[in-house]
């Protein structure tokens, strides 16, 4: 039975397509199930960018300019140029909750019983990082709708071409998650080191003002902390697709991240590692 576990399930070197889509099918309803039930994540999900746009848009609307560069061909708002910013917000914020959720399965062993299913584990991780990733994309457009009222909005081709970027985003920001939530053994630790992380890659980053700013305030060496810093990347791989642009630099660094992340989660990812391995070290 443990080797089972370990190695996902009987049968997962001859997995069929049919096989999952189920598995990929049925983590995906459970992760929306479960956050339709978490009344607080919900709000705070929208709440917490929109107070962002409203408080910070008003408050530095006519001090912070806005210069033409790319990809804007035109002066913009101060809350127009936020929007991606905000949008890799949900995407950070969801993509760390999404893993917080992954540490608890794994303290009440529940990881373990959907390892026993006939799929591989870097499948059934994917099928996580997958399930987070749509459950992002559904809060993006739901802010996107709300941000539209208070007059903060891209062009409406914009709606269409942000979304495989922000799928692209938001695996890699989850991926991050998942590797953090491999590392982290207790949920208690997770937040603190959650908070470490996403503090740090917000502000440093171009999501509330461009990175040239950091030149004209003479520290160039947060301008270099910032383009090395993969959310900047994320948030500008979804500004650029908001008007019909690609990013290759963008899309090389979230796809680079993304992937040696997850190969990294993969790796370390141990289901044993929660409420089974406490009870024999009590009984030991």
């Known amino acids: 039975m443990t080797g089972m576990v370990a190695g996902g399930g009987p049968g997962t070197r001859g997995f069929t397509a049919a096989q999952a889509l189920r598995g990929l099918a049925a983590v995906t309803w459970r992760e929306i199930a479960r956050f339709s039930r978490q009344t607080g994540r919900m709000v705070s999900a929208v709440v917490r960018p929109m107070l962002w746009l409203i408080v910070f848009g008003a408050g530095f609307h006519n001090i912070l300019g806005v210069s033409i560069v790319p990809p804007y061909q035109t002066y913009i708002t101060y809350r127009e140029y936020m929007v991606p910013g905000l949008i890799g917000v949900i995407l950070l914020f969801n993509g760390m909750l999404s893993s917080l959720a992954l540490v608890y399965d794994r303290e009440m062993g529940m990881m373990r019983v959907l390892l026993t299913a006939p799929l591989p584990r870097w499948f059934l991780l994917l099928a996580k990082l997958l399930a987070g990733t749509v459950l992002s994309l559904i809060l993006v457009y739901v802010f996107l709708l709300v941000a539209w009222a208070f007059d903060a909005r891209i062009p409406w081709a914009g709606w269409l071409t942000i979304a495989p970027a922000v799928l692209a985003a938001g695996l890699m920001l989850g991926s991050v998650g998942l590797l953090l939530a491999v590392h982290v053994r207790q949920m208690e630790n997770f937040a603190g080191a959650m908070n470490f992380v996403i503090f740090p890659m917000f502000f440093v980053s171009s999501a509330l003002f461009p990175l040239w700013k950091f030149l004209d305030a003479g520290a160039a060496w947060l301008f270099w902390l910032a383009l090395c810093n993969p959310f900047t990347h994320a948030v500008e791989l979804v500004r650029f697709a908001a008007y019909g642009q690609l990013n290759l630099l963008s899309l090389a660094v979230v796809a680079g991240t993304g992937g040696v992340t ?20 009590a009984g030991s």
């Open 262 to 281: 997850f190969v990294a989660a993969v790796a370390g990812y141990d289901p044993s590692s929660g409420l089974l391995r406490r009870a024999r070290r």
